[in-house]
């Protein structure tokens, strides 16, 4: 299994498999949860996408937390413990870091369920001599949970949900998410939660559908992970990538299209799947957001907005939540 797998791995395979059952098998629509994207390559090849002239999410994150560290820093409940939700190399994590240990000493927990990921984080925090790095190899609520028991008394917490993530949830399953989170925060931890606001349809599906073809690369590699970790005989060749806009829900949708009729065996679920030419695998989602939605989301999740920041050249905010 992939080494994001830590604790009773024996029983996690048996989760994982039986989700994979499950989604291949559902009758509305084959499809898998998109965090079954990320194995280390899948984690790296997302980094890849960051750098894509046409996807300016991961840029306009970068440039809101490099303009506004220090007032974060200083709106921020003078945490001492940071834990990053999905943290991958932690590159545009720094800048904020920098502003939040020049008052304090500070525990840097990043929690993502790639370790080639974590180790890469490693290197780009090993320069921050006030930072002290504990990594965790867990999903988000898992490693969250992990990161308030390594809580010392009562040091406030900072939560960074960055990239827009959140917006892989189904709705409600987003608010399902903020609340789950804010269940394991004590009153006065913060939250700080990246959101990609609405844009030109073009413009996003070029962000999911890019000229090189590295998007396409990281939803095909789902494929190559099912065949390394259970066995199946996916013919790559037999799959197009294409990324869709789903008005009524607002949000792209990235699908794994069979260009003919394909029948898979997957040897370690004990499972064959059929593909009728032209059915899909839905891989992900990525929702998008009026400007006024996420304040009201963490309101009914149950935290008060602190503070807002929106960028100029891509519509992107980050939003400064406090549990109440």
């Not at 709106?75 to 939040?100: D, F, H, M, N």
């Not at 960074?160 to 004590?186: C, H, K, Q, W, Y």
Request: glycine share 8%.
């Amino acid at each position: 299994m992939s080494a994001g797998l830590g604790g009773d791995w024996r029983a996690e395979v048996l989760e994982l498999g039986a989700e994979i059952r499950a989604g291949l098998e559902e009758p509305q629509g084959k499809r898998l949860p998109p965090r079954f994207l990320y194995d280390d390559l899948g984690s790296a090849l997302f980094e890849a996408i960051t750098l894509l002239p046409e996807y300016g999410l991961s840029r306009a994150d970068e440039r809101i937390l490099r303009a506004h560290a220090q007032e974060i820093a200083r709106l921020a409940p003078a945490p001492s413990l940071v834990a990053e939700l999905g943290s991958g190399s932690g590159k545009k994590t720094r800048p904020l870091l920098e502003a939040l240990a020049a008052r304090r000493a500070l525990r840097y927990l990043p929690i993502d369920i790639s370790p080639a990921a974590l180790g890469r984080c490693r290197i780009e925090m090993d320069r921050l001599a006030a930072v002290r790095f504990e990594p965790i190899a867990a999903e988000f609520l898992e490693g969250l949970r992990e990161a308030t028991a390594r809580r010392r008394g009562a040091e406030p917490l900072l939560v960074l949900f960055l990239g827009s993530t959140i917006g892989n949830f189904e709705r409600p399953a987003d608010e399902r998410f903020l609340r789950a989170v804010r269940r394991s925060l004590a009153p006065g931890d913060a939250l700080l939660l990246g959101t990609d606001l609405l844009k030109p349809v073009p413009t996003l599906l070029a962000a999911y559908d890019d000229a090189l073809g590295v998007t396409a690369a990281f939803d095909l590699n789902l494929l190559v992970r099912l065949n390394r970790e259970f066995d199946a005989d996916f013919d790559l060749s037999a799959f197009a990538h294409e990324a869709r806009w789903n008005a009524g829900a607002r949000r792209i949708e990235m699908h794994l299209v069979a260009r003919r009729a394909e029948s898979v065996t997957l040897t370690g679920l004990e499972l064959r799947v059929h593909f009728r030419a032209g059915e899909s695998l839905w891989t992900e989602s990525s929702h998008k957001y009026a400007p006024e939605e996420p304040a009201e989301l963490a309101r009914r999740a149950g935290f008060r907005c602190a503070a807002r920041w929106q960028d100029r050249e891509w519509p992107f905010a980050e939003s400064l939540l406090v549990a109440s």
